[in-house]
């Protein structure tokens, strides 16, 4: 019913920026709210932010004042914009968007180096 797509993952070094995005596809999307989780090796997925229908936003506690996401409503697609990178934001970063359920992007990585 909807399809993810991540881009924008690379390796940056710490106190760095990157940006990601994520296009949202498919045929009649009704999207409550798009998210972004992360995952680094071994530990548990875990949320970062989320944006709403209504441009509503909120954040996980890790990412507070350096991480922003924002919408496009009319490409679908949203955007991760990190600043100031640490090296535990390592990890393949999801995008994920509820339409009936929760639909999952293949992730796109990211690499902090100190």
């Known amino acids: 019913q909807v399809q993810l797509l991540e881009s924008g993952g690379g390796s940056v070094q710490a106190g760095g920026s990157l940006r990601l995005s994520c296009a949202a596809s498919?045929?009649?999307?009704?999207?409550?709210?798009m998210s972004w989780y992360r995952q680094a090796p071994g530990k548990k997925r875990e949320w970062v932010a989320t944006?709403?229908?209504?441009?509503?936003?909120a954040y996980g506690d890790s990412v507070k004042g350096r991480f922003a996401v924002s919408r496009d409503s009319a490409k679908n697609t949203i955007y991760l914009q990190m600043n100031g990178l640490k090296p535990e934001d390592t990890a393949v970063y999801y995008c994920?968007?509820?339409?009936?359920?929760?639909?999952w992007g293949q992730g796109t990585q990211v690499t902090v180096s100190s």
């Open positions: 994920a968007a509820f339409v009936q359920s929760l639909h």
């Open positions: 498919g045929s009649g999307l009704s999207i409550a709210y």
């Open positions: 944006v709403t229908s209504s441009d509503s936003k």
